[in-house]
């Protein structure tokens, strides 16, 4: 397991349109129950990262700190991202999983904050 296997999921998530980016957008998808993986970029402000933490807990979706901006952004085909949403839940489980593997977390639970 690699850190590129986890940004070439979100390339094919992106492709199979079952992702969205962007700060607003990740808000409002995840309000109307949209989102099942929060993913913050390590280089978000420290701002960002408050409102998508409150935002996590508030809706129980995991988050995860994971890449910088511009790999985000790459591995999707855009600009620097710092914020990336999940809309599938099998994949949301299948990166969870490779992102514990890589970080030792071990297995996932519903609430998992890395």
């Known amino acids: 397991m690699k850190s590129n296997d986890v940004l070439c999921l979100l390339g ?7 992702l969205i980016s962007g700060q607003d957008s990740v808000e409002r ?3 109307a129950k949209k989102v099942f993986l929060i993913i913050v970029s390590n ?3 420290q701002n960002t990262k408050k409102k998508m933490e409150s935002l996590s807990i508030k809706t129980n979706i995991p ?7 511009d790999e985000l952004g790459k ?5 620097q991202r710092k914020v990336i949403g999940i809309t599938d839940k099998g994949i949301a489980k299948k990166i969870q999983r490779c992102i514990n593997l890589l970080t030792g977390v071990g297995d996932i639970d519903e609430t998992t904050r890395v």
């Open 12 to 18: 094919i998530s992106q492709r199979a349109g079952k």
């Open 29 to 31: 998808a995840a309000m």
């Open 43 to 45: 280089d978000a402000s």
């Open 63 to 69: 988050i995860y700190y994971w890449a910088q901006s």
């Open 75 to 79: 591995a999707i085909g855009k600009e």
